[in-house]
Structures are given as C-alpha cells and as structure tokens.
C-alpha cells in the first residue's frame, strides 16, 4: 500500500489538469483566491470578446465576402462558451470547465479545417492549412493564463496539439485530393522537388504541422512553468501577510516589524523583567443585566477597541481579552528601556480614553464606564505552549500581582494602582517619571488579597 501511495505522489504532478493543492484552512486565503479566480475569468472572457470582434473585423478586410459570414458564427460560439466557462469556473477541478475548455478547442479546430459550407470556392481540404489558422490557438492559450492555474494552461497547450493534430491526420485520411493538380505542379516544377511540395495543393505539409504543435507546446510549457513560479511567490507572499497581520492582532506595528525581521524563535523559553497591565470594566456584570445582549457586545466592542489601540500606542503586546477587560505586557517579546514608563503612560492613556467615551455616552444619555488598572513590573517567563495550537504565554507571580492590583481599585474606588517596584523602575528609566507619577499617592504596606506580603502601592483616585 505504501509503495503505491509513494507511486502516486510521484507520478501526481504530471496530471495537468489535477489542481493545484493550497492552504485552505484560513478562510481569508481561500476567499482571496476565489476572488483571484473570479476576477481572471472576467479578464479572460472580456480580452477573449474583444480578440474575437477583432477578429471578425480582420476577416473582412481579408475575405470581403458574404461566405464571411461562417467565420463569424465560429467567433459568436467561441464567444458564447467564453460565457459558459465563466459561470462554470470556481477555485479547485471543475469537471463541466475543464470540458468546456476542451470544447473551447474543438470549436476553434473545426472551424479552422471545416469547409466553409457557404463558399463556392472548390479546393482541396488541405489548402485550409495553408492559412496559417493555427495562430489563432495563441489568443485561447495568453486568455487561460489570466483565469487558469499552470496545470491547466498546459493542459490546454496539450489538447490544442492533440486536437490539431488528430483533426490534419483525419483529413488526410478520408479527403480526396484534387487530380492532376499534384501531377501538373510537378511537371512545372521540375527539377525543384521541394518547391512543388511546398506549393502542391493536396499537400498536408505534416513536417510544418508538426513544426507547429511542438512551437506551440513549447510556449505553453515555458508559460506554465511561469505561472507557477508566481503562484508560489503569490501564495508565499500571502502566507507572509498573513503571518503578519495575525502577528499585528496582538502586538504593536513596531514590535511587528522587528520580529517580521528576526530570526529567532518565540518559542525560545525564557525569564524576563517586563510591566503587566489588567485592566477590567467595573460593575459590568451589573451592568449587562438585563440589557440588550446585542447592546452588551457593542460596549465591549467599544470598549476593547479604545483599549487595544492605547495599548499598542504605547508600543505593548496584547496578550489577552478577559470578558470585560484585557491584559497586556510591556517588553514582551523584546524588553525595551521604557517599559515600565510605556505601561504607566498606557494606563493613563486609557484613563483619558475612556473619560472622553463618557462625555460621547452622557450626550447619548447613555450610563458611564468605570474601570479599574491594575500595573506590576518584575520578573515573568516568556514561551509559546500548546502542541497543535500555540500560545504566546506570559506567566508567572508578577502576572498575578498585576490582576491582584486591578482587582484592589475596587476597594480604593480609584481608576489606577500600580506597584513601588513599577515607581522604582520609572526612576530608573528617568523618563518623565515625575509627570507619569502626577496624581499617585502612596500608600504602604497594603494588605493585597492573594499576596503574602504586604505591599507599597500608588493609588490614582482623579
């Protein structure tokens, strides 16, 4: 069983027509190349429009007769199936689009080696060839590689080179030449056997058809090949963005430029001193009592909005939503200088965000927001957990502090607690320490529930 499996993921890549297999587990991904399909099917039936109606125009200036009229039927089909591959087109094998492609091709052939059926011209079948149709193809073919995946645009350049070359050997087969023509270019050719071959009309001239399917897949290949050298720099691309926007979802678009530039693993366990934040809505159980459920997620919404964008303002790392309220580190994944500082100022920063939120809600008459910021700095370890899923985890005693000092606001009624140790590393920063202080005042050895031992902490009321 092994071995065949080995077979078929061996030979699998040479079924042109088997999709392309991406990623799909990321619905944005998926949705993206839907609408990349979408929009190459419109390109190609609108460039496949106006390369036919350029076409019926050439044909009259080349054939300014009424048998024209033939031709223009084969373009209105080639035309209306245009139409037909567009609606049967999606992302991954379609079986009706990858035979509507086939008739694509079967149309184009029979219209090139048929006899127009309106003409009263009598040559032999073979002369249809000498028309140099066949450059036609290349129209179909250049449309395919704005819709289709390398797979397919090979595939068409091979169905194009069968199709062709059954059709030539077919009338080969069962046409009957013109008597006496090929006899009388030979007498008038004497003497110059590959000029009478050249210009004998029963000639099917196969070495010239085959000259042009073997030019033809040639093109085709090298196009393919192409095409799927930038799928996969589209689908890395994509992959990268991706990445990176999932990465912007939780830290701030600084933090995301380093680490899109770093080679290091998160991964990577380790200690590090950097500030915690909690902040947490007070009274939001209360609150949502009884309320709309609709109107409670719009507050929050509002809520985590105006919080997140502070947080990452003030260059930290969301670490979590927590209901009602969120956490956040600063110096997480890269400790800075500034941390303790950029934690205070967020703090205070979300204390002057939510104050103008209530003067918008008390013109709405809407019931004001309270919360409670609790901030710690010390020493955490850094590592993503998880097996399939992974985490970016944050964990240890300073963790619990930091949602300790949040919880103890209620008991002050103040909007902003933050440790002695969280001052002491602002002194130590030096910047602007004395204006993130402004409206602390202290209070020593607090009793902190959860705590051992009790604690200096600043206590912001205004």
């Not at 209360?286 to 964008?309: N, Q, S, T, W």
């Not at 670490?319 to 200088?337: H, I, N, R």
């Not at 309270?370 to 970016?392: K, M, P, T, W």
Request: net charge negative; aromatic share 10%; glycine share 6%.
């Amino acid at each position: 069983m092994s071995d065949v499996s080995a077979s078929e993921s061996r030979f699998g890549r040479f079924f042109v027509t088997r999709p392309d297999t991406y990623d799909l587990e990321n619905q944005y991904t998926e949705a993206a190349l839907e609408r990349h399909k979408r929009e190459g099917l419109e390109l190609a039936v609108r460039a496949r429009w106006i390369a036919m109606a350029l076409t019926a125009v050439l044909l009259i200036f080349l054939n300014p007769q009424w048998d024209v009229l033939w031709y223009h039927f084969i373009l209105l089909l080639i035309c209306a199936n245009g139409w037909f591959i567009r609606r049967a087109g999606r992302v991954g094998q379609s079986r009706t689009e990858l035979l509507l492609i086939f008739v694509d091709l079967l149309i184009m052939t029979l219209g090139m080696i048929v006899p127009n059926p309106f003409s009263d011209d009598v040559r032999p079948l073979a002369m249809q060839y000498r028309f140099d149709n066949f450059q036609y193809f290349f129209i179909i073919l250049a449309a395919g590689t704005l819709a289709y995946s390398w797979r397919t645009v090979i595939a068409i350049g091979s169905w194009t080179a069968l199709v062709w070359t059954a059709g030539w050997i077919i009338a080969w087969w069962v046409a009957t030449p013109m008597p006496g023509l090929s006899k009388r270019v030979v007498e008038a050719l004497a003497g110059y056997p590959d000029v009478a071959e050249f210009l004998d009309p029963n000639s099917y001239m196969a070495s010239q058809r085959i000259q042009q399917v073997v030019v033809f897949m040639m093109v085709a290949v090298t196009l393919g090949v192409s095409m799927r050298r930038l799928n996969r720099l589209l689908m890395t691309n994509a992959g990268l963005e991706r990445e990176r926007a999932n990465l912007s979802r939780y830290f701030s678009p600084n933090v995301v430029e380093e680490l899109s530039q770093n080679d290091e693993p998160l991964k990577q366990v380790r200690k590090e001193n950097i500030a915690v934040l909690f902040i947490d809505i007070v009274g939001f159980t209360k609150y949502a009592a009884g309320r709309d459920p609709y109107e409670v997620i719009e507050v929050l919404r509002g809520f985590h909005a105006r919080m997140e964008g502070e947080v990452f303002r003030h260059h930290g790392t969301l670490d979590k939503y927590l209901g009602d309220g969120l956490m956040a580190t600063f110096g997480t994944p890269v400790p800075t200088p500034l941390d303790a500082s950029d934690a205070v100022a967020c703090a205070r920063g979300m204390v002057a965000v939510i104050d103008r939120w209530n003067v918008e809600r008390r013109r709405a008459g809407e019931p004001e927001i309270h919360v409670g910021i609790g901030v710690h700095y010390g020493s955490v370890v850094l590592g993503d957990i998880g097996a399939n899923r992974l985490e970016f985890a944050v964990i240890g005693d300073s963790v619990n502090v930091a949602a300790k000092l949040e919880a103890l606001t209620r008991e002050f009624q103040a909007k902003v607690i933050i440790s002695d140790v969280v001052r002491s590393q602002l002194l130590v920063e030096d910047h602007n320490a004395s204006e993130l202080m402004t409206g602390f005042e202290k209070y020593e050895k607090r009793a902190v529930r959860g705590v051992e031992t009790p604690m200096d902490v600043w206590v912001m009321t205004a």
